[in-house]
């Protein structure tokens, strides 16, 4: 095996991310104090692998998301994604290997883009668009990501003109194109209907398919919203993690329930999970 296949070996072989003892606080001026954000986080993730992130609403699981873009930086611990120290490297290089979707993306963009159009600006990783830039392999991927996503027949309607959902399934193939080794999708259920959701979830079946070496950690606070393709969960409350390893470790009675604050019932069904709240014994 040549050096630089070596090399290349042993770089997939790193963890994708890992974050020991990672804190994180903000300064309240009204307290006169730091509010803790995240306490003590230890994760580790692998490439290749699909995590979700759980944990009710104000739990940090935007935050934790963030680090992991490279977006924060932890107040104390330290952060390694794609074998890089948060802190001791230029995190716009870095940024360039990470995929992030969150909704207030889509409102950045100029009105009249085309869906093709938005995919397209993911190859520089800007909002406004450049097809200069691209060449034909850049097209190339672009189409065939639209395709995965579901969104192909609307590629030449206005994006603004596109239901949530379908948005949402295009900003996610925009933040493939460049090739990100990471991709990180926060709450990419929310505000989706069941169709929207199922087609979603389908899209997102195929990519994991299709990109074997990508890892992708999404947020959610509901178990309907995972691909049945998720391989690991996170569960998160106040800052700090609850449970974390595979599927059968943590999504399960006991950890939800630790997590969500009341007694959950939760089961799996032709991959899927389904959660609900425990009845009330007599």
Do not use: Y
């Not at 930086?73 to 290997?97: K, M, Y």
């Not at 691209?134 to 206005?158: F, I, K, P, W, Y």
């Not at 997590?259 to 959660?275: I, K, M, Q, T, Y």
């Amino acid at each position: 095996m040549s050096s630089a296949a070596t090399s290349e070996q042993a770089a997939f072989e790193l963890p994708a991310f890992q974050l020991q003892g990672v804190e994180l606080w903000r300064w309240d001026p009204r307290a006169r104090a730091r509010r803790p954000i995240l306490d003590g986080v230890e994760w580790r993730a692998l490439r290749g692998e699909c995590w979700a992130l759980l944990g009710p609403n104000g739990a940090g699981k935007t935050t934790l998301l963030t680090l992991l873009g490279a977006v924060e930086f932890p107040s104390r611990g330290t952060a390694d994604v794609l074998g890089e120290r948060l802190g001791r490297v230029d995190v716009f290089r870095l940024r360039e290997r990470i995929g992030f979707v969150d909704a207030r993306l889509g409102a950045r963009f100029a009105s009249g883009l085309t869906v093709e159009q938005v995919v397209h600006t993911g190859r520089t990783g800007t909002v406004g668009l450049f097809e200069e830039r691209l060449d034909e392999l850049d097209r190339d991927r672009a189409a065939s990501l639209v395709e995965t996503l579901g969104v192909a027949h609307l590629a030449q309607q206005r994006f603004d003109h596109c239901s949530h959902g379908e948005r949402t399934r295009a900003l996610i193939a925009r933040a493939l194109v460049s090739r990100p080794e990471l991709l990180l999708l926060d709450e990419p259920g929310s505000g989706l209907d069941l169709e929207g959701r199922e087609t979603l979830l389908a899209a997102l079946g195929r990519l994991v398919c299709e990109e074997p070496e990508l890892t992708l950690v999404l947020t959610t606070h509901h178990l309907e919203e995972l691909p049945t393709a998720t391989t690991h969960a996170l569960l998160l409350r106040d800052g700090r993690v609850v449970a974390v390893g595979t599927v059968a470790e943590t999504l399960a009675d006991g950890a939800l329930t630790a997590c969500f604050g009341l007694p959950v019932r939760v089961e799996r069904a032709d991959g899927r999970w389904h959660a609900r709240a425990a009845a009330p014994t007599a």
